[in-house]
């Protein structure tokens, strides 16, 4: 399983980026896809995670100004961020795992499988 992404940038407050991330080698027919973050000294939060259903999931800094989808292969996952903030400055990762529920969609440990990262710098 292979999880690359793409599309990390430096851009200034209140500017947008598109992450991908493509998928190759799925195991799991049911699954979740997910992005997260990691800022240094930090530890790794989940921000948006999307299941088989198209059902999506949002971390509260996320609501209203990310938003998560499935490429028309379903094994492309984008991350649309708009109004970026300093605060989005992290590395950014995809995330694969089996079906979980929606309470458990942003939480590290549901997911088996990682990227390498792509980098987001936000300058204010």
């Known amino acids: 399983v292979q999880l690359v992404e793409s599309g990390g940038d430096s851009v200034q407050t209140g500017g947008s980026l598109r992450l991908s991330c493509v998928i190759s080698g799925n195991p799991f027919i049911s699954n979740n896809m997910a992005w997260f973050r990691q800022a240094p000294g930090k530890q790794r939060e989940g921000v948006a995670s999307?299941?088989?259903?198209?059902?999506?999931t949002y971390a509260d800094s996320a609501k209203g100004r990310f938003t998560v989808f499935r490429g028309n292969d379903k094994n492309t996952l984008i991350l649309q961020m708009n109004d970026l903030k300093p605060e989005d400055t992290a590395v950014y990762y995809c995330?694969?795992?089996?079906?979980?529920?929606?309470?458990?969609?942003?939480?590290?440990?549901?997911?088996?499988?990682w990227g390498q990262g792509t980098q987001v710098t936000v300058s204010s």
């Open positions: 995330a694969l795992g089996s079906q979980t529920h929606a309470s458990a969609a942003l939480l590290p440990s549901a997911y088996m499988y």
């Open positions: 999307i299941d088989s259903y198209n059902d999506a």
